[in-house]
């Protein structure tokens, strides 16, 4: 199917710098899309053509209303617009619109950041797993903030295990909360990105905003608060089941971690983990996994974990082959003691039966 629309006022800041958002649209939607004088030219199969028109026109009406789009945002939304047939242009602007926090607009950058908001707000207790530059931290203090401002609930506590400090706290200078602040410092950072830092500042020092480590929650109930726990790979069993335990009326909790970077002492194992196997059935609580391709992080951020799991698969399939020749191996060896054994008293057996003749 072929269709032809009209150009509009400044339509060529959709197509993007050096036209990537029609590639991701093209890629997308298995359609071509061509630039003539008077029109643009889409031909595809009719629903993807459709919806690429649906596409331009959101883009137009959104532009007339004064939207504007800011750091690669459009970009991001078509690459969830074509992932998720449900989702429209305009749809997830006005997403964008109802989470703005001031000094920032939260807008997912993928489908699983999509799913992730989406779950945060629908549900008392979020797990967000996947590796590193995925927005599960930032996206988590997001919505905090927002809950906050918009007065949904009364406070936001950060917690993370200070896992990397241990006796070695005592070495660094200042009060304790001189010391543990190094190990929290990605919380504050996320912070000061999307709120004033007047603001960020008179939020701590009224205890709006409470950021500890996770040994500090112990005992508590922790009510009209949105909490999250950062880092979760590095808790322990007895301290994930802490925290999972504290919430309580009109509070929400988010659990971020990354399985693949573990700093626990080998004998210990992760709380995170084990609460994946324990609570992946309980109702109202959910989990959403992330990959590689949600990385917002620099490009080659992407490529670091592609090669790094590549790597890992790798390890493992030699360390199965080693294990499966050394198997072989040994069960060679046992045949052939078993042939030494079986020899001598098969010649015993002949000799007596020599005998007997």
Aim: aromatic letters at 6%; a neutral charge; glycine letters at 8%.
């Amino acid at each position: 199917m072929k269709k032809s629309i009209g150009i509009s006022p400044n339509i060529e800041t959709l197509f993007g710098t050096r036209d990537e958002n029609v590639r991701v649209l093209e890629d997308g939607l298995n359609i071509t899309i061509d630039l003539r004088s008077n029109a643009i030219e889409l031909e595809g199969a009719a629903r993807d053509v459709a919806r690429a028109e649906q596409v331009f026109a959101d883009y137009e009406s959104l532009q007339k209303s004064g939207y504007s789009f800011n750091n690669g945002d459009l970009n991001s939304m078509l690459r969830v617009l074509t992932a998720d047939s449900s989702a429209t242009l305009r749809g997830l602007a006005d997403a964008g619109r109802q989470r703005s926090l001031g000094r920032r607009m939260v807008q997912p950058k993928s489908g699983n950041q999509r799913r992730y908001v989406e779950a945060i707000e629908k549900h008392d207790m979020v797990f967000g797993i996947g590796p590193a530059g995925t927005g599960k931290t930032y996206l988590a203090v997001a919505m905090a903030i927002s809950a906050l401002l918009a007065k949904r609930v009364n406070r936001i506590i950060l917690a993370r295990p200070a896992v990397e400090a241990g006796e070695r706290l005592g070495f660094l200078p200042g009060t304790l909360q001189d010391k543990i602040d190094p190990y929290l410092r990605p919380l504050y950072d996320a912070l000061y990105d999307m709120l004033d830092p007047e603001k960020v500042d008179r939020y701590l020092e009224k205890n709006v905003i409470e950021i500890a480590p996770i040994a500090f929650m112990r005992g508590r109930t922790l009510n009209d608060s949105f909490v999250i726990l950062d880092e979760a790979q590095n808790t322990t069993s007895e301290q994930m089941k802490m925290f999972v335990t504290r919430l309580g009326f009109n509070s929400k909790a988010v659990i971020t971690g990354d399985i693949t970077q573990i700093d626990l002492p080998n004998a210990r194992r992760s709380g995170l983990l084990e609460a994946i196997d324990i609570l992946k059935r309980v109702e109202g609580l959910t989990f959403v996994h992330f990959d590689e391709s949600d990385v917002v992080r620099h490009h080659l951020v992407q490529r670091i974990i592609r090669a790094y799991d590549e790597h890992k698969t790798l390890v493992a399939e030699q360390q199965m082959l080693l294990l499966a020749g050394g198997k072989t191996t040994e069960s060679g060896a046992a045949g052939a003691r078993s042939a030494e054994v079986k020899g001598p008293a098969a010649d015993t057996h002949d000799r007596s039966t020599a005998s007997v003749e």
